[in-house]
């Protein structure tokens, strides 16, 4: 994969201002204006002759990456196979993206290893658990592995569940998924207990009432929350677009109309634990539904 030509690097809004206000040049077009509070002109150069010094220090190498697949043998049909998946590299910090997926991953793995010692359960068909790398770059990790078992997964995979971002709000489930897994996903969610005590207060006892409550299907003949179509961007892309294996994203959301719950911190240096527990998921009251007790 080639590298961009130009680079790009996220700043803030002050940052932005003090590097933009003073240039010389035509004033751009106004579909070009933001909103801060200077002349949006497009240089080239300064009126006053100074200007700003860029420093990199990102180089470019070869990295090794590596997958790690965990399975749960099935009692019934062993050779058939539920996959899930998240991936573990990240641009900056991660605490979203992918590190809230990783860690509802983890927490499920843990479950499940649980309930086979303390219940001596078995599940019907193996579950395989899968932690990809290079993900960021390309899904590289997750369809370099698909490729290599692309005749076992046409034959005997199941489906993909894929959970890339697990936490950006507390406000609703969203889901992605291709038709095959609605039915199988709105079960689903019908039987989770709802993590917001505020929205249980409310009669919305799961996490299907509310999300068909703040998410309805926009089909007028059917009383069902929306289910979005499933496009690329993770790694259950290699999946369904390689092997025709069927996908499902899952992520708890933000209100996408409430720009000061939907911060725009994604990929940036700003995706901390922080702003999981301070902005994301107050109380972590989503990401602790996660909790092996609960299985």
């Known amino acids: 994969m080639k590298l961009p030509l130009i680079p790009a690097h996220c700043i803030s809004y002050e940052d932005a201002k ?16 933001g909103k801060l509070n200077i002349t949006y002109n497009i240089g080239p150069g300064y009126a006053d002759d100074s200007y700003v010094t860029l420093e990199v220090n990102t180089r470019v190498q070869k990295s090794l990456i590596h997958n790690v697949i965990g399975v749960i043998r099935g009692c019934t049909e062993p050779d058939r196979y539920v996959l899930v998946g998240n ?8 605490s979203v993206d992918p590190s809230s997926g990783t860690a509802a991953m983890l927490e499920l793995t843990k479950a499940f290893t649980n309930v086979m010692k303390n219940e001596n359960w078995c599940p019907r068909r193996s579950i395989v658990f899968c ?6 770059y390309g899904l590289i990790g997750s369809t370099e592995w698909v490729e290599e078992n692309q005749k076992l997964l046409q034959s005997q995979a199941v489906a993909y569940l894929n959970v890339d971002i697990a936490v950006e709000g507390n406000y609703s489930l969203q889901a992605k998924g291709v038709p095959l897994l609605f039915e199988t996903i709105w079960n689903a969610a019908k039987v989770v207990p709802n993590p917001n005590p505020e929205e249980v207060s409310l009669g919305h006892k799961t996490v299907y009432d509310t999300w068909i409550t703040r998410s309805p299907s926009n089909i007028t003949s059917s009383n069902v929350p929306k289910v979005k ?18 996908v499902v994203d899952f992520r708890y959301t933000c209100d996408k109309n409430d720009q ?23 109380g972590f009251l989503v990401i602790l539904n996660f909790d092996s007790n609960n299985l």
């Open 18 to 33: 003090y590097i933009m206000n003073g240039l010389k040049g035509p004033t751009a077009p106004k579909s070009w204006f």
């Open 131 to 136: 932690s990809w790398g290079a993900e960021e």
């Open 87 to 94: 991936h573990r590299d990240s641009w900056t910090f991660g």
């Open 260 to 282: 000061t719950i939907c911060y725009p911190l994604y990929h940036t240096m700003y995706e901390t634990y922080n702003l999981e527990a301070d902005l994301l998921d107050r």
């Open 229 to 246: 179509g499933v496009g690329s961007g993770s790694d259950h892309s290699p999946f369904l677009q390689i092997v025709g294996v069927p």
